[in-house]
Every structure is written in C-alpha cells, then in structure tokens.
C-alpha cells in the first residue's frame, strides 16, 4: 500500500455472500463474516476499514446489521448490490415496497451514523 501511495484500504464483499443462501441463514453468515472482517482489521485501524455486507434478502435485518457494523466496529457504511431477489430497488416488483422502505431506512442510519451506503448497479 505504502509504495502506491494508498493510506487506507476500504474492504467490502464482491459477491453476493449471505444473498445466496435462505433468507433464514443470511443475517447470521452477514454477521459472521462482518465479525470475522472486523477482527481481521482491528490490529490496523488507521490502514483498513469495511464496508458492511448486508443480508439484503432480510431488508429489516440489514438495516440493524449496519447500524451494529458502524457502532461496534466502526465500519464506514455499506456496499449494496444492485439486484436483491433478481429486483432492482424500484422496478415495481413484489419486494418493491420492502425494500424501498428499507432503503429509506439506510440512508436515515447512515445520516445519523456519519458513514455511507454507495449502490452498485449490476447490468
């Protein structure tokens, strides 16, 4: 990192992760795995962060988990995939209102807790 001039390393989940397994089993492996970043992490504070992974199958679970990353460990907010459920926030399907309202939601949370919530789109 030092010799390309990178001061901090923000880590985040490039796959979907607790989205791929039952809705029951998401929260607990987002959990596990947000856990498992943040001890990973702890020794170098000032060198690396996250970005919480978020059952979003569980919308009401992961606004929690996020609120629990940024207090426990300090996390700087969350990475969310564009499609939950093969739905993009907003397409009118079934989860629509679920997940708009959680979405509503995050972005309340990570006002409060001074972090962020980018979005990345998948087409």
């Not at 001039?5 to 985040?12: A, W």
């Given at each position: 990192?030092?010799?390309?001039?990178?001061?901090?390393?923000?880590?985040?989940?490039?796959?979907?992760?607790?989205?791929?397994?039952?809705?029951a089993a998401g929260p607990a492996f987002a959990t596990r795995y947000n856990d498992l970043i943040a001890k990973k992490i702890a020794a170098h504070p000032k060198r690396f962060t996250a970005f919480a992974h978020l059952p979003m199958t569980a919308p009401l679970v992961a606004v929690d988990e996020l609120e629990r990353t940024v207090k426990e460990h300090g996390f700087r907010g969350a990475m969310i995939r564009g499609?939950?459920?093969?739905?993009?926030?907003?397409?009118?399907?079934?989860?629509?209102?679920?997940?708009?309202?959680?979405?509503?939601?995050?972005?309340?949370?990570?006002?409060?807790?001074?972090?962020?919530?980018?979005f990345s789109p998948r087409y």
């Open positions: 990192m030092d010799n390309t001039g990178i001061t901090m390393q923000v880590l985040s989940v490039d796959s979907l992760g607790a989205n791929l397994v039952s809705v499609l939950t459920n093969d739905q993009f926030l907003g397409n009118g399907g079934a989860n629509q209102r679920t997940l708009i309202d959680t979405f509503h939601q995050q972005l309340y949370i990570t006002t409060t807790c001074n972090c962020h919530a980018p």
